[in-house]
């Protein structure tokens, strides 16, 4: 009955191992469709910018303050942000036909049936609490961890039962009939009691087999253990790993903002620059560069740092909700 009720438990959990990873990867799509639209929308404009620096330099070599040596470059620039735009969009509908299935709906069809759009980038925050430290008793709820406990307890019933199969199993009853005079004549031939004699005699003669049947489940008792130990160990490393990425992920989020912002209006100042003939082709094509790469800096931290977040849901079993009993964790802004 334990054995039974034990693998019932291991199915329960790995239903819910599939449950989570499946609400994990519908999370981790919508994350990466945000990002590849921010990234399509960047290079949108890196193309539109490029565009407005050619103009500005055909005129200016219609006067005669360029040569064409600078118009050709910037059409080779325009050029190399055109063609980074076609891989974005092939990606970007790839992403939401593995959206469409993953919600159970066929590629193509609105992923919302009211017809809304999924969220942009800019509108996916972090929750208000995440924390940067938890407790143990949290990986109690992930659903390897119960399966591997789940597991331990149906092998540890296995072998009680192995066990118990080796001693002889008699029962008397008042039904049977037949009586005697001392304990030896009880199996004496034609004593019904002597049929009892194959259910005490039968552990006996298959103690052999029935040795290595109990033998079998002691070794696959210590497999369970070495299981679960495996399993408890990977779930601190994961948890582990998921709250080093976010810890790094916030410096380097940081840092990108503050480069997106800085290499925007930088780009800014310079085809300003470039309108009062004040700076070189050079200069223009450097300061583009410098802004489209930061904005895809950005875009990738900002991402990770989502990404990571739901990493950080699926090490701790679907939720940052202690076990019964279990103490809370403080959050940390």
Do not use: C
Not at 249 to 268: H, K, N, P, Q, V
């Amino acid at each position: 009955m334990r054995s039974a009720k034990a693998a019932a438990a291991v199915a329960a959990a790995q239903a819910e191992a599939m449950r989570s990873m499946v609400a994990a990867n519908v999370v981790l799509a919508v994350i990466q469709n945000a990002a590849l639209d921010a990234e399509i929308a960047a290079n949108s404009d890196a193309i539109a910018s490029n565009r407005q620096v050619l103009d500005l330099l055909r005129q200016r070599e219609k006067l005669g303050a360029v040569g064409r040596s600078d118009v050709a470059a910037q059409e080779a620039a325009l050029a190399a942000v055109e063609g980074t735009l076609p891989p974005l969009v092939r990606a970007s509908a790839a992403n939401q036909a593995a959206l469409s299935i993953l919600i159970g709906k066929a590629p193509g069809m609105p992923v919302f049936d009211s017809g809304g759009a999924l969220p942009a980038l800019e509108d996916l925050t972090l929750p208000a609490d995440l924390p940067m430290a938890l407790p143990a008793d949290l990986l109690k709820t992930r659903p390897d961890v119960a399966a591997a406990a789940a597991t331990l307890e149906g092998a540890a019933a296995d072998v009680k039962v192995a066990m118990a199969a080796r001693l002889p199993q008699l029962t008397l009853s008042a039904t049977a009939g037949g009586t005697a005079e001392d304990f030896g004549r009880m199996f004496a031939d034609g004593n019904p009691f002597w049929q009892l004699l194959g259910g005490l005699a039968a552990p006996i003669f298959h103690g052999g087999s029935l040795k290595r049947q109990q033998q079998a489940a002691e070794h696959a008792l210590d497999a369970a253990k070495a299981g679960y130990r495996g399993t408890a160990l990977q779930a601190f490393a994961d948890v582990s790993n998921a709250l080093t990425a976010l810890s790094a992920d916030a410096t380097a989020l940081s840092i990108a903002e503050r480069g997106d912002a800085a290499a925007s209006a930088s780009f800014g100042f310079v085809k300003r620059q470039l309108q009062l003939g004040g700076v070189g082709t050079l200069q223009v094509l450097n300061a583009s560069a410098v802004a489209q790469t930061a904005r895809a800096q950005y875009v990738a931290a900002k991402a990770a740092r989502l990404s990571d977040t739901v990493g950080l849901y699926v090490a701790l079993g679907g939720g940052l909700q202690a076990p019964q009993g279990a103490a809370q964790a403080t959050p940390k802004p």
